[in-house]
């Protein structure tokens, strides 16, 4: 009994090591056992407390869609036909705190870059699909677009743009493709709850549904299901 007083005592001071000893050496004595599991748990707990980072996820695809969604379905394919985007990643933050609560954070700045990027894509693909239907639109009426941009006293296509719409291009791209829309695509994927660590188990738990997630000891990562075919891994920030 007094072994086990002292176990106690020693896990009360935050002594984890010598508490886990204590136990240990009471063998089968009450849930001396039980206990001793319980302090590698908390041992666990402990280890992950803190910020995570995650590896690059590669949000091409989800992008490609939000773009594809932001038009005229009519047209989409014509506007965007040939378009490259590149590879767009972003970074996404896991934080551990020490009352039991994690929080899934997308990392608004690399976000932001791989937004960015779709905009100017879209942008410059934008410009050449009004230049191709405006010289389409010019030739059906005898005249080149070089003619048109002659009689409108316009130097360039943004100029045609602004000449016609009655707005300028940078303002049609903001109001019409606002880069709130595209950021919003991704609120979905953060969120918080709750973790517990049991028998050596790491489990997330968000409005009633559980997932399991992996710690490396030896790597120092955790890893986590992404939703699709690649796990998303995080290291210490």
């Given amino acids: 009994a007094c072994g086990y007083a002292l176990a106690e005592a020693a ?112 942008r410059s693909a934008l410009l050449q699909y009004f230049e191709e239907t405006t010289r389409q639109s010019a030739e059906a009426e005898g005249m080149t677009l070089e003619q048109v941009m002659e009689a ?18 940078d303002d049609f791209i903001e109001e019409r493709f606002p880069r709130e829309f595209y950021i919003s695509a991704f609120d979905a994927v953060s969120m918080s709850g709750s973790f517990t660590v049991a028998d050596g188990e790491i489990q997330l738990t968000l409005v009633g549904e559980t997932d399991t997630v992996d710690y490396d000891a030896d790597a120092d990562t955790v890893t986590m299901d992404g939703g699709t075919e690649n796990e998303l891994v995080f290291h210490r920030s």
């Fill in 11 to 122: 896990l009360d001071d935050g002594d984890l090591d010598t508490a886990e000893e204590r136990f240990t050496a009471l063998g089968d004595y009450e849930d001396s056992a039980a206990r001793a599991a319980g302090i590698q748990d908390l041992r666990l707990a402990t280890q992950l407390t803190g910020l995570w980072a995650s590896e690059p996820i590669d949000i091409t695809d989800s992008m490609e869609t939000s773009l594809y969604a932001s038009l005229n379905p009519d047209v989409a394919d014509e506007i965007l036909d040939g378009v490259d985007l590149g590879t767009l990643t972003m970074e996404m933050t896991l934080e551990f705190t020490d009352n039991g609560v994690f929080y899934l954070k997308v990392d608004g700045s690399s976000l932001g870059d791989a937004v960015d990027v779709t905009l100017s894509v879209l």
């Fill in 152 to 169: 409108a006293n316009c130097e360039t296509l943004e100029d045609l743009f602004a000449f016609g719409a009655g707005m300028t291009f």
